[in-house]
């Protein structure tokens, strides 16, 4: 994750006076914004993965789904780049709405997958699973939303993905105090 600044590429211009400093800087806030977003988007993820899949045995089927969620968390930096900087094609909105989305199902996948086989370290209620599960509906409610909004009425929704962590948090604490 500490990589993606790596992103953020400094072009060689000769910048002479302050005034062409801040344009210069201004220039860099959608890159920087969108890497903001890939930072939130993955850094969620890695903690959903540490949160709900704790496993205490896999079997290479289950390392195969953690590998096709691995290939989908990789592409994020480079799907919200493509969001940041060309939001006005549909093919770029696209792609990364079906980046996070297949991200999610895939990790649902591995998230029943281990339930199924056991291979979590300890068995979750039917309550606990319906609370992940309606987290990550909810979590595909808003990529679908944001996709729609970004593209239809301004790039900047883009920036509605830093609820996620915000939601799952919110959804964590009411599940917790149930419990």
């Not at 890159?31 to 903001?36: F, K, S």
């Not at 969620?69 to 060309?86: A, D």
């Not at 792609?95 to 370290?121: H, P, Q, S, W």
């Amino acid at each position: 994750m500490t990589l993606l600044v790596f992103g953020i590429a400094i072009p060689e211009l000769q910048i002479t006076n302050y005034s062409d400093f801040i344009t210069f800087i201004s220039t860099l806030t959608p890159t920087i914004g969108v890497t903001i977003v890939s930072f939130v988007l993955i850094s969620s993820f890695w903690i959903y993965h540490h949160e709900f899949i704790k496993v205490k045995c896999l079997n290479i089927p289950y390392l195969w789904l953690n590998i096709f969620f691995l290939i989908c968390i990789s592409f994020i930096p480079f799907s919200t780049s493509l969001i940041g900087h060309y939001s006005h094609f549909f093919l770029s909105e696209a792609f990364f709405g079906l980046n996070i989305f297949l991200t999610i199902v895939i990790f649902l996948l591995m998230y029943l997958y281990a339930d199924k086989r056991n291979f979590l370290e300890s068995k979750p209620s039917r309550e606990e699973k319906n609370h992940v599960i309606f987290t990550f509906v909810i979590l595909m409610a808003l990529t679908i939303c944001v996709n729609l909004l970004d593209f239809n009425i301004s790039g900047k929704f883009i920036y509605l993905f830093l609820l996620a962590p915000v939601i799952s948090t919110i959804r964590d604490i009411q599940f917790r105090m149930k419990s």
